[in-house]
């Protein structure tokens, strides 16, 4: 008990209660010393330009959840606590319970896509989830219809459908987008909203003198630059919209600085590319354990086999090299080759999707690892993910519309731009221009958890434990 009175001392929050959910757990908003919180009050849009396997996984996880038929297992947001003070304290509340999210009943959802199925026949065409499951949603993911897609084959080579918008210059088809984005928050009657890109991934490019401002961009558009990319052209929308913009996929899209600018300009954040689920999620957690333990690597080869969509759209170079280039990234920034070239100086890393349609969503990534310790004595890991895509990816979705949604309405997050504390979520965290992303899973997590206690005006947990020995 006295402990918990010299903590609740040393912070300087002033919070006031402001909300409470449905549950009757009572949410915090409010201001602290490190900015005002405003409340979640009314609906929030989720906007999704592709409503493939992980969307539609989403979309109707949140509505079997909603409805009482499952857990929302794999969400930080909605299964994960936050410790505050000391280990003594005993104060561990949910995270929803902490800072003010949106309840899974405030959730509306619109979509894009080149295709016309809506989201109960494109789930059923994933073949993600159970007929049976499927089955008592219907009668909603049936109303979540696709609106035309801004598409462009020349990016996805593998596919191609008949909903897709026209339009003279790429500067049209962001207007068209940005008329859907109003069209939506006036239908829908959400008092915020969200973009999600779950579409599929693009061919690989690199930023040209167009990505560089906003002039530059809006001239570019306007000339129809054949490397302004459709998934561009969304966050485009969304951000002149004052929408956060999350991206799913490893395409370029708002890894550049025009979209940092509007970004900052409209109060809109923006954060890392491509969902970090099966393999990276354990490259992540296995490398920072060589390198605590300072065992050196020669070499990691990881393959995949694949059989969804996204499988067959990664089977082209140019989307695949895309996905190669988010995957191969991680490990060099742990591992820190500049600091211990004996250890990581010289290491083979190799990664390899195949698509192999007989395995649909569950795909199957083997990972060999070559270590050596002691005297350079050489040793072998072999890791062998029988995962699920999508049921990986979808709680990520759901903890980065919340997070993103919390983001916008933190006036201490709002203006920044890139939200760093999400990286969490991501193979591609994005950072402040200069600066290397943290890809450790647990770094990334610490980080996260104090940005939370640091809006809240709770001290932050540093591991030092000194205190405990006094
Ligand atoms: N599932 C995972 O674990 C995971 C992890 C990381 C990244 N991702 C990425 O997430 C994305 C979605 O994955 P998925 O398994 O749902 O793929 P999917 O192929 O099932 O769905 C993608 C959908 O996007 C649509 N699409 C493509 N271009 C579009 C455009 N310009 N506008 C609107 N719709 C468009 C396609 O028609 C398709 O329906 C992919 O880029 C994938 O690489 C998935």
Not at 17 to 45: C, D, I, Q, Y
Not at 192 to 199: A, D, E, K
Request: charged residues 25%; positive net charge.
């Amino acid at each position: 008990m006295a402990t918990r009175q010299k903590s609740a001392q040393k912070s300087t929050a002033r919070v006031e209660v402001k909300n409470e959910t449905k549950s009757g757990a009572k949410v915090r908003s409010g201001s602290t010393a490190n900015g005002t919180m405003e409340p979640a009050k009314g609906k929030l849009g989720v906007m999704i330009p592709g409503m493939g396997a992980v969307a539609t996984t989403f979309v109707a996880g949140v509505e079997a959840i909603r409805k009482g038929l499952a857990k929302p297992i794999g969400s930080l947001t909605q299964m994960g606590t936050i410790r505050l003070g000391k280990r003594t304290d005993g104060r561990s509340p949910k995270v929803k319970e902490f800072v003010p999210l949106a309840g899974l009943d405030d959730l509306v959802f619109t979509g894009w896509d080149i295709f016309e199925d809506n989201m109960y026949e494109a789930a059923s065409n994933a073949g993600v989830l159970d007929y049976r499951l499927l089955e008592q949603l219907k009668p909603f993911l049936s109303t979540v219809t696709p609106r035309a897609a801004v598409f462009d084959h020349n990016y996805v080579k593998k596919i191609d459908g008949p909903n897709v918008k026209k339009g003279k210059t790429k500067m049209d088809l962001a207007e068209q987008l940005r008329d859907d984005i109003r069209d939506f928050k006036k239908t829908s009657g959400a008092s915020r909203l969200i973009t999600m890109w779950c579409g599929s991934t693009e061919s690989y490019i690199e930023p040209t003198a167009a990505h560089q401002s906003v002039k530059s961009f809006e001239k570019a558009l306007r000339e129809n630059d054949e490397l302004i990319a459709p998934s561009m052209i969304y966050a485009y929308a969304s951000l002149m919209e004052g929408v956060p913009f999350a991206n799913g996929a490893p395409n370029l899209t708002v890894d550049l600085p025009v979209m940092l600018e509007l970004s900052r300009q409209n109060e809109a954040p923006i954060c890392g590319k491509d969902f970090k689920t099966g393999q990276t999620l354990m490259k992540t957690v296995l490398a920072p354990a060589f390198k605590a333990r300072l065992l050196g690597l020669s070499g990691w080869y990881s393959t995949n086999i694949l059989g969804n969509r996204d499988g067959e759209v990664l089977d082209d170079p140019g989307s695949f090299k895309t996905k190669e280039e988010s995957k191969l990234g991680v490990l060099e920034h742990i591992l820190q080759p500049g600091l211990y070239p004996e250890l990581y100086g010289n290491i083979f890393h190799k990664v390899r999707i195949n698509y192999y349609p007989p395995r649909g969503d569950n795909k199957e990534g083997w990972d060999n690892i070559d270590i050596f310790g002691w005297l350079g004595y050489p040793m072998q890991i072999k890791v062998d993910f029988l995962c699920r895509d999508s049921i990986l990816a979808a709680p990520i979705v759901l903890d980065l519309v919340l997070f993103l949604d919390l983001a916008k309405r933190c006036s201490a997050l709002r203006g920044l731009g890139i939200q760093e504390w999400l990286s969490f979520y991501f193979k591609s965290p994005m950072t402040a221009p200069g600066l290397y992303p943290e890809h450790d899973l647990f770094i990334q997590l610490m980080k996260l958890k104090n940005t939370l206690r640091h809006l809240k005006g709770e001290e932050l947990i540093t591991h030092l434990g000194l205190e405990y020995y006094d």
